[in-house]
């Protein structure tokens, strides 16, 4: 079974960077489409980065030119740098990885919070 784990969440003032890690774990196919969401209270998930198995990336615009999405192959990781974070950026990361043709189930995700 795949299993996503998120890591790298925390407090940051505003102005500051974060990075998020997630590893893929449970397969051995290979991965296609990888990306981040978030998620406020109240609101529905977002995605805010994707990157494909050849590395094309597409990004939201409130974080695009701040936000880098990147991934390591070998190690089943994909990474999202957050440069310039603002207040707003505050909420809770997923990550999550089509295998196969199939989305694998969300994982507990990391909380980022930003503040002024």
């Known amino acids: 079974q795949v299993q996503l784990v998120e890591s790298g969440g925390g407090s940051v003032q505003a102005g500051g960077p974060l990075r998020l890690s997630c590893v893929v774990h449970?397969?051995?196919?290979?991965?296609?489409?990888m990306g981040w969401y978030r998620q406020t209270p109240g609101k529905q998930r977002e995605p805010i980065a994707t990157i494909t198995s050849r590395s094309g990336t597409k990004y939201a615009n409130d974080v695009k030119g701040r936000f880098t999405i990147f991934r390591d192959n070998a190690e089943n990781t994909v990474y999202l740098q957050m440069n310039s974070l603002k207040p707003e950026d505050t909420a809770r990361y997923y990550c999550n990885a089509q295998v196969g043709l199939t989305w694998a189930d969300w994982g507990q995700g990391t909380q980022v919070t930003v503040s002024s």
């Open positions: 449970g397969t051995t196919m290979k991965i296609d489409v």
